[in-house]
């Protein structure tokens, strides 16, 4: 089973820019890394105009699309799929990230900065670890904003094994 991690926090408290960063760092050392978003808002990936967007236009269910360097599927669903759903769909990596996701019970990273964020998200039961500025309390594991390396060496020796 691939092992999944969500990184969490408060709107702006930078998750996308940390998990760019952890996800180098991943793939530096050699790892195959799956990242799922989480978007409660809704997002539209296609392009108005195009093959793909006038085919689900037309009432696919599924458009997929696929080149030599990369291939992407968009399927219509009836309702949110949950997590382990979605992650069922991804094969052939060694762990899988997610943005968000903060009510599913994964193993959660939080990012939080000072300046931003008034509280955690989490509590620390939830929690794997911690990415911040400052540190939260004592029993969870800290790591620094800008350094992903320890977090990657940490996953390494904690999730993925």
Known sequence: MIPVVSVVGRSNCGKTTYLEKLISEMKRRGYRVAVIKHDVHGFEMD???KDTWRHAQAGA???CISSPQKMAMIKKVDEELSLDEVVSHIAGVDIIFTEG???ESKKKIEVFRQLVCD???CSKEEL?????DTRLNEETPH??????SPMADFLVAEVIR
Do not use: C, M, N, W
């Not at 794997?128 to 911040?132: E, I, N, R």
């Open 143 to 148: 790591f620094s904003l800008e350094d992903p």
């Open 101 to 103: 996701y903060k009510r």
């Open 61 to 63: 269910d599924i458009v």
């Open 119 to 121: 509280t955690p998200l």
């Open 128 to 132: 794997l670890a911690v990415v911040s």
């Open 47 to 49: 392009k108005p105009g």
